[in-house]
């Protein structure tokens, strides 16, 4: 993990911090991806500093996320300068550095999130390795004809794949097992970790 100190100049969060010695490190994880902001938010909160995060949204999964992986306090990108102290202040007495019910706010948010990213990825993790694997291929185009011959197995094998996929999916054909994987996004994103 890099972080800009100076003009060209980069160093590691543990040469900066170590460095400085600062008792607050405000992270700007608006502009990073949420797996980067939470791994990089870990990282921080185990160099016993008070961490300040910035989300582009106060309310929002991005913010939720951050609080969930540890941050002491998440504020979106619009908060007004005297809570960003405010919290600070708070933080750096002992107290805690966001107010409670914003926490709470945050948790449901991250709770429900959680949820839906499970239901979502449900009827994925239904299949086994292979049928995701032969899925992968339907939903890339190729006939059963085709996959048969890339992977070397008989039409029918395919086939009874292409069934076993329909069935866990409880769909009718494979262009609705198709439109399903793409409207849950299931080939072109990751299952969420549980931050």
């Given at each position: 993990m890099e972080v800009a100190?100076?003009?060209d100049t980069a160093v590691s969060i543990d040469e900066a911090l170590g460095a400085f010695e600062p008792s607050v490190v405000v992270f700007d994880g608006s502009s990073t991806s949420?797996?980067?902001?939470?791994?990089?938010?870990?990282?921080l909160i185990h160099l016993d500093r008070l961490v300040i995060a910035i989300a582009s949204d106060a309310v929002s999964v991005e913010a939720a996320r951050m609080a969930g992986a540890g941050a002491d306090c998440v504020f979106g990108l619009d908060t007004p300068l005297d809570s960003f102290a405010e919290s600070i202040t708070r933080g750096l007495s002992g107290r805690e550095a966001m107010p409670m019910d914003r926490r709470y706010v945050l948790e449901e948010l991250l709770r429900k999130y959680r949820t839906a990213e499970q239901r979502r990825w449900l009827p994925f993790d239904e299949l086994t390795a292979r049928e995701r694997d032969i899925f992968a291929m339907v939903y890339a185009g190729l006939s059963a004809d085709q996959i048969a011959e890339d992977e070397c197995v008989s039409?029918?094998?395919v086939r009874s794949h292409i069934q076993r996929i329909l069935v866990k999916l409880n769909v009718n054909s494979q262009i609705a097992a198709v439109a399903l994987a793409r409207s849950n996004?299931?080939?072109?994103?990751?299952p969420v970790g549980l931050v």
């Open positions: 100190v100076s003009g949420a797996e980067s902001a939470t791994r990089s938010i870990r990282r039409v029918s094998t996004q299931w080939f072109s994103s990751e």
